[in-house]
């Protein structure tokens, strides 16, 4: 009996959600996001890739037309830190609302019915009482996932087109001639990596970044790679954003890599999170090259998805950046 109490007081701890979203409609594919925190007590989450940044768009929702997915169009962002003010705080039983243009996110080019749902994961979340803790490193983060809103139909008589909120800002003769030298590093880098895998997937450095081998994952990964390599079209962008290494957006064919003020604080190259290794991981983000994502950010969490999810590994972009890293430690 005691044990069965347990068990049910462990199901009910479990499954209770303190934090829900619903999404509504304001105009055109605009929509309104709220998140509610249920709980008694305040609850931070980590803003990064949520419709909680809005510095950036975010790969938050799901969207179909006449049932099928629609492409992602925003920013991807390799984020520096966390810094405390990367956190967004809940106070108890609060609610917050925020504006997303869905347009600016997701190709709504086509006039059509579309599905949105709101699917999404927080890479971090600490209960307020806790906030002195705040920011943690990327080793403790403290996911929660599934955050999943209502579903909601919009209907657009006509074609939208994106807007790109962000302009970079002009490079500095300083800061073309770091980012000339940061490319041909990467150069160098890609070089070394491309030989490396072909050394095949029972090397230390590949087990540790890419998991157990499999012939079908190693030959995504070094064709991804060899993308990496050949590819000669990429323009360096400069944007003073803080807190953040570096953004793309995947679908651009010109491939610009925007980058961002800790890009100016890394090292070129010998070591992790360098300058080098972001283009690299910037590079893989292009549909047309590995089309990776940012599943988990970190060497620590990226040797865990090593091990635990090899299949995410070889599409999660810091595994990477770190794969190539580790041959110039
Ligand atoms: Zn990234």
Known sequence: MYLLLVLLLGVSVCSSRELTATIKLVEQATINVE????AEYGIALLRWNLPLDNRFQSD???VLLQGAPVTYIGSIVKYAGPYLNDYVFFAPNETKSYQVPLENSYDFS???EYDVVMVTDVLDYEIVDDVHSLPHTRETFSPYSGIISNSL???TTEGLAQKI????VPCTSSQTTQLNSAGSSQKTMITRAVSRIHEGGHTPTYLEWFGANSDARWTHIRDVLGRVNSNTVVVYRCDNEQGVFAYVYPTDRAHNIYCCGAFWTAGV??????RAGTLVHELS????IGATQDYVYGTGAARNLASTNP???RANADNYEYFCESLFK
């Open 35 to 38: 998140i509610t925190n249920s």
């Open 60 to 62: 938050s929702f799901r």
């Open 311 to 313: 299949n995410q590994a």
């Open 110 to 112: 086509q006039p059509g």
């Open 165 to 168: 909120l962000r302009a970079p």
């Open 153 to 155: 139909q919009i209907t």
């Open 285 to 288: 983000h292009f549909d047309n």
């Open 269 to 274: 190259i010998g070591g992790f999170d360098t």
